[in-house]
């Protein structure tokens, strides 16, 4: 059923029940922040507590909306503009996997599995969200690396993956690739191939093209194949899942020689470290070194032996060649291996500062730049 004809009733009980606003508790002491390791002048802290928190998209009136992985959509409100989130309300709830958020022209685009939705008017009717809209349900409804993220490029596109149903498997299309659609949902098109999935992207300030993260395969030792950062230049490129990843590990023996035809990626990342979102910094707030650069937020292992990733690393871009790769925020994995966060995406703020979510904390962090005598708020 589709949730724009979803019976009176049940609307009235979510405008009751689900749609209320809850109050922020940003408070910093619930989470060890003082772990979190950053580059001097940098401060951490507390920006809201969001169930669950993954993807983010900013609206026009700096409105914070978060997708999750469970069932609900959340938006979040700094009314005093202190850089704490004063009320969280929820959008949208009996959802599947609404993991992808994008906004454009008033609306709030959410992708569930095998759907994409669009809440218009959406900063105006914050306590009181308006049922959605169907913007196309044609998407595959597998679980395995269905859930999505979202964006518009710069030329009215909204770009969503469709990932591989598998560790390692041959697909058809749409499997593996990134296709994009107009906000109406018409034009529906793959546009890149061979990416078995992909859960972070952005347009390049200055060019507009895509660049996104990608996961390598699991089950294949510990250090290989490595996740990866790419470039996405024209549509039509090939990145080579399943028969070859990252050029380093061909499915098959002898497959090695036909990797040179795909697309290679930009950069190399330690296997299993989980890059999911990444923007381009283009904030004014952090000093220049960091304009203009690459923040990726690394969810982390599950099945390494020592654990890696829990961290926002940043590529350094020269042209469109990486020329370094380096950790910027670090202290949500402990030294037994065990965490306490794990970061999922990045999103650059008006006034330059960096969120990032947290999925396992239940949290947004607000990074900010103050000058090399900053003490850590609390």
């Not at 904030?283 to 304009?291: K, L, N, V, W």
Request: aromatic share 10%.
């Amino acid at each position: 059923m589709h949730a724009s004809k979803a019976p009176l009733a049940l609307a009235a009980l979510c405008a009751i029940l689900l749609c209320l606003p809850m109050r922020a508790e940003a408070q910093d002491d619930e989470l060890p922040l003082d772990k979190i390791s950053l580059p001097s002048g940098f401060g951490i802290s507390v920006y809201a507590r969001v169930p669950k928190a993954r993807s983010l998209a900013l609206g026009k009136a700096g409105t914070v909306f978060v997708g999750t992985r469970e069932d609900a959509v959340y938006a979040v409100s700094d009314h005093d503009g202190d850089h704490k989130a004063d009320t969280v309300f929820t959008i949208g709830q009996g959802l599947t996997q609404p993991n992808g958020v994008a906004y454009r022209d008033g609306a709030l685009y959410v992708a569930e599995i095998g759907r994409v939705l669009r809440y218009d008017d959406i900063e105006t009717r914050l306590e009181d969200p308006p049922s959605p809209v169907v913007v196309n349900d044609t998407f595959p409804k597998d679980e395995w690396h269905g859930w999505k993220y979202i964006a518009f490029s710069p030329d009215g596109w909204l770009y969503v993956p469709v990932g591989a149903p598998c560790n390692v498997c041959e697909r058809p299309d749409p499997y593996a690739s990134i296709m994009r659609m107009r906000p109406d949902g018409s034009g529906l098109e793959v546009y890149a191939r061979g990416i078995r999935n992909t859960v972070g992207f952005d347009f390049h300030p200055q060019t507009g093209e895509p660049w996104f993260t990608g996961n390598g395969r699991d089950w294949a030792g510990d250090t290989k194949p490595p996740d990866t950062l790419n470039r996405a230049a024209e549509p039509g490129l090939h990145y080579g899942f399943p028969t070859c990843m990252a050029h380093e590990i061909p499915k098959q023996p002898g497959a090695k020689g036909k990797c040179a035809k795909f697309e290679p990626p930009k950069l190399e990342i330690p296997a299993h470290s989980a890059p999911l979102g990444m923007k381009f910094y283009t904030g004014q707030m952090f000093p220049a070194q960091y304009r203009g650069q690459v923040f990726m937020a690394e969810h982390g292992s599950w099945n390494r032996t020592e654990p890696v990733g829990y961290r926002v690393t940043m590529a350094k871009l020269n042209g469109n060649d990486v020329v370094d790769y380096a950790v910027f925020a670090s202290g949500w994995l402990e030294a037994d291996g065990s965490k306490w966060g794990r970061p999922v995406d990045v999103l650059v703020m008006p006034d330059g500062a960096l969120l990032v979510s947290d999925d396992h904390a239940g949290a947004i962090y607000r990074i900010a730049f103050q000058g090399t005598a900053l003490a850590r708020k609390k």
